[in-house]
């Protein structure tokens, strides 16, 4: 096993916000990298200092992104690769410790696992000469998992973390997974998850299509083809992301997973709603935060 880690581990204080009580949070940072023979394991992840209910609240919640992320690193399925950890979530150097050990292990396993079987296949494949054998065998791609967590926007009231994953395993491109935007009060820490009114979809359709439409102008100008033509959309809507949208300065931020609304082509396509635009369509909890 190539071992070659990159470890950083600090505390980063920002300015001071002028509402009390909404003061920045402190953040910490850990970065790894490392190797096995088959696998490349990388993670850059930020998290909260424990210094008050809130901050800890909010650490504890994105340490259960990590795991749920690394303990699944070598599978789509809900079986987990190993145990979550089971320490003090405030001890930096255990937790970190601990994720890298496990979940490398358990990348290295996995990769190991999928080249031994694709080169059997190989091996049994037939009008293929020994020498043609060894020349696919030896050119098998690896495995790739690359884990961020980071802090990305921060108010007097909120905060939005972003987590996101690239992997690959070997075939003919990698994809970006993950839990995507995390958009936390920083009152009592609590994650804010229902952005939108029940049943409002219909309603915001005009509103999502001109943000798309916007997203999409520059892309589609000068080829005649139509938005609508190139989306892959049930009942003729354009959905809301599975990933939960995140505040900005604009407005309410919607991105979208690569093949959720059409092609691998489009990439991850986003769009912003105006605060003005949007607030009829927001619950009050979320309308309490943002």
């Not at 690359?146 to 395993?169: C, G, H, M, N, P």
């Not at 009114?197 to 000068?222: H, I, N, R, V, W």
Request: aromatic share 10%; net charge negative; proline share 6%.
């Amino acid at each position: 096993m190539k071992r070659i880690p990159i470890i950083a581990l600090g505390a980063a204080l920002l300015l001071a916000a002028c509402t009390p009580g909404g003061g920045p949070i402190t953040l910490e940072s850990r970065q790894f990298s490392d190797a096995t023979e088959h696998a490349e394991l990388k993670f850059d992840v930020e998290l909260p200092l424990p210094e008050n209910k809130a901050a800890a609240e909010i650490r504890r919640q994105l340490v259960g992104v990590m795991d749920e992320d690394l303990s699944h690193i070598d599978t789509y399925e809900e079986a987990r690769a190993f145990p979550p950890f089971e320490g003090d979530v405030n001890d930096s150097e255990a937790l970190f410790s601990y994720y890298e050990t496990k979940a490398l292990e358990a990348i290295g396993a996995a990769s190991d696992a999928d080249i031994a079987e694709r080169a059997a296949g190989i091996r049994e494949s037939e009008g293929l000469t020994e020498e043609e054998k060894q020349g696919y065998i030896s050119s098998l791609a690896g495995w790739g998992h690359e884990f961020s967590l980071k802090k990305t926007q921060e108010t007097e009231k909120y905060v939005v973390f972003d987590a996101q994953t690239y992997i690959y395993r070997g075939g003919t491109h990698g994809g970006i997974i993950g839990a995507g935007p995390l958009t936390f009060s920083k009152r009592d820490g609590a994650r804010i998850t229902d952005f939108f009114l029940p049943d409002c979809l219909t309603e915001l359709q005009p509103l999502l299509t001109k943000a798309m439409e916007k997203y999409f102008s520059t892309l589609l100008d000068g080829t005649g083809v139509e938005m609508m033509e190139i989306l892959d959309l049930k009942d003729g809507q354009i959905p809301l992301p599975a990933w939960a949208p995140y505040p900005s300065e604009a407005g309410l931020n919607l991105v979208y997973q690569q093949y959720e609304i059409g092609a691998y082509a489009l990439g991850m396509p986003s769009c912003i709603l105006p605060w003005d635009e949007v607030e009829p369509f927001l619950t009050p909890a979320a309308k309490a935060v943002l």
